[in-house]
């Protein structure tokens, strides 16, 4: 090495740096943060043991293992999901402080728990291929060599995830500030039992899927409509007033609600608006995925 060139960042400090995409890769792929950090854990073990200095490019090694990793875990994973009990949501990714979207890394667009809900419907490699084209905007022939396959093959892995994904996809993109705005209006006619007012921020065609998985209680298949989706956030609060309580927090990059009961974190839920009114809600029960949240500070 010439005298003159800058010294190689050690191998933790180039592990750090790629850190936030790797574990946004695996967070997307399997929707729980305990394994996306195995994964991205699992990862690191295997980057310390190779010298950094014989890799062409050390970050794109990183993001092909875990994305390898992830597919692998995935597979493991899906006689598992199919026999969940009811619908299946990822676990949130909650920042309790509301003025700071920019904590979560990547495009909150494509971290959403409605997108990561659609992403169910793919197979772990399809999954795979689909997010590191449109969610990190890696091109077509990385991805190929990432996962040792042709560019045609990944052109058209892509092509048919995204025809499969196209009619659900979410597609409304509102201000933020536009998004607090509806969330205030519905915590507000909400908790002041006002069905009226709930009823007008409810698009006619609302649904809320909601994961209990099976430890508490989820209608199966989501409750879908707006005089039905009233009448659950309405008859909640005709029976139980004050015990109930809404904070508006960053959900997966968007605002959305976390729902207290007595005290105790009950839900948290995902919001998807057009800007005028509310479309969805993912309202995530499980008491596992809510366990780090309700032990934040």
């Known amino acids: 090495m010439d005298p003159a060139d800058p010294p190689r960042a050690p191998a933790q400090d180039l592990f750090q740096a790629a850190r936030p995409r790797l574990f946004g890769i695996a967070y997307r792929m399997l929707g729980l943060r305990a394994d996306a950090e195995d994964v991205v854990q699992e ?40 026999a969940y009990p009811g619908e299946w949501l990822a676990e949130p990714l909650v920042e309790l402080d509301e003025r700071t979207p920019e904590s979560v890394a990547e495009r909150a667009d494509e971290l959403s728990l409605a997108f990561l809900h659609l992403l169910e419907r793919l197979g772990p490699e399809e999954r795979a291929v689909y997010l590191l084209r449109q969610a990190f905007d890696y091109d077509y022939g990385e991805i190929a060599a990432m996962l040792g396959k042709s560019e045609p093959a990944i052109r058209q892995s892509v092509h048919r995830a995204t025809e499969r994904l196209r009619l659900d996809r979410p597609r409304f993109q509102v201000p933020r500030e536009t998004h607090l705005q509806l969330l205030q209006r519905f915590v507000t006619a909400a908790t002041t039992g006002d069905r009226a007012a709930i009823r007008a921020l409810l698009a006619d065609d609302v649904a809320a899927i909601g994961d209990g998985g099976g430890k508490v209680a989820s209608v199966a298949g989501g409750m879908h409509g707006g005089e039905r989706v009233t009448n659950l956030y309405w008859a909640q609060q005709l029976r139980l007033g004050a015990r109930v309580a809404y904070r508006i927090a960053t959900i997966n990059g968007s605002p959305g609600l976390l729902r207290f009961i007595d005290g105790r974190l009950e839900s948290a839920q995902a919001v998807v608006t057009d800007g005028e009114r509310i479309r969805a809600f993912y309202v995530v029960r499980n008491p596992d995925k809510l366990a780090r949240i309700a032990a934040a500070p």
């Open 43 to 82: 990862a690191w073990l295997r980057f310390a043991g190779v010298d950094p200095a014989t890799l062409q490019s050390p970050e794109a090694w990183l993001v092909t293992v875990t994305t390898r990793l992830a597919i692998d875990r995935l597979r493991a994973l899906r006689l598992e999901r199919e």
